[in-house]
């Protein structure tokens, strides 16, 4: 079987913060596709770290972002994201 391309993922020169406010922004109206791909791959503290931000915000699409950005965490390096999230709690 083919390994997937990642090199868009590790390229992507735009911090993680960046791709989630973009994200943010448009999953409202639903206008745009932003991805968290990039989120989702690096998976790590940072990482974590926003999509816990985003998690926890009393707006609900902020939330939906957080929930979006935790439940696939870190595919692109599943030892570190999983280390990341169970020690975080």
Wanted: charged share 30%; net charge negative.
């Amino acid at each position: 079987m083919a390994r997937p391309n990642h090199e868009q993922y590790k390229n992507d020169a735009r911090s993680s913060r960046e791709i989630v406010v973009a994200y943010r922004a448009v999953i409202e109206d639903e206008s745009e596709a932003v991805s968290l791909a990039t989120v989702h791959y690096r998976g790590g503290k940072e990482e974590f770290n926003l999509g816990k931000e985003y998690a926890q915000s009393s707006d609900p699409w902020d939330r939906a972002t957080g929930a979006d950005i935790l439940a696939q965490l870190g595919w692109g390096n599943k030892k570190n994201s999983y280390k990341n999230l169970l020690t975080s709690f």
